[in-house]
């Protein structure tokens, strides 16, 4: 699966796969996680922002959304058997 993001380069070490020095795993253990949730089509996101640049006033094609650390830690509680 690494393959397609680390080919084989021929020289015998990085061959692409899961020994290749330059495959490693990192782990990431967020405070919160933010995201961007559209609440208008591509064409209403246009139209928001063309009407905002002529008008002046902000656009608002969608709403910035936090899931904070307390709600993680409900999540992983789901998650664990």
């Known amino acids: 699966m690494v393959s397609a993001w680390f080919g084989d380069l021929g020289d015998g070490i990085h061959k692409g796969n899961k020994d290749d020095p330059r495959v490693c795993i990192i782990e990431v253990i967020p405070d919160s996680i933010r995201y961007w949730w559209s609440t208008k089509t591509k064409v ?38």
Do not use: C, F, H, Y
């Open 44 to 81: 209403g996101q246009s139209i928001e922002i063309m009407t905002s640049a002529v008008t002046g006033k902000v656009a608002s094609p969608g709403e910035l959304r936090t899931i904070t650390r307390d709600e993680i830690r409900i999540i992983e509680g789901l998650n664990t058997a």
